[in-house]
């Protein structure tokens, strides 16, 4: 009974900028890395974003993305986000939320997957 919805998507000119969220429900114990990856029609899913747990928030950008997007998460909320700005054509995609979590302290983490939001960049 693990939820990850994604909001935040939608139609933007190039070089404008989207802040996509996801928020995790359900019942949970823990929270591992969490990140963002899309698929645009005709090709494979890549990897967009990740940030691990833990004070030192390290994170990992797609060489792509790199210096136009900001992954960052809220514990409290169990919400992570993705800061897109400077959008190009290139990024429209169904872009995809990640997470790893345990459902109980002492049973195995597992990857969950939100059902996916739509980011459009177009003129």
């Known amino acids: 009974q693990v939820q990850l919805v994604e909001s935040g998507g939608g139609l933007v000119q190039p070089g404008g900028s989207l802040r996509l969220s996801c928020a995790v429900s359900?019942?949970?114990?823990?929270?591992?890395?969490m990140g963002w990856y899309r698929q645009a029609p005709g090709k494979q899913r890549e990897m967009v974003a990740t940030?691990?747990?833990?004070?030192?928030?390290?994170?990992n950008y797609a060489d792509s993305v790199k210096g136009r997007f900001t992954i960052s998460r809220d514990s409290a909320k169990n919400t992570v986000y993705l800061q897109m700005n400077s959008l190009k054509p290139e990024d429209t995609a169904v872009y995809y939320c990640?997470?790893?979590?345990?459902?109980?302290?002492?049973?195995?983490?597992?990857?969950?997957w939100g059902q996916g939001t739509q980011v459009t960049v177009s003129s």
């Open positions: 990640n997470a790893n979590i345990k459902r109980r302290l002492n049973w195995p983490s597992r990857d969950y």
């Open positions: 940030i691990v747990s833990g004070g030192t928030g390290t994170t």
């Open positions: 359900g019942s949970i114990a823990s929270i591992g890395a």
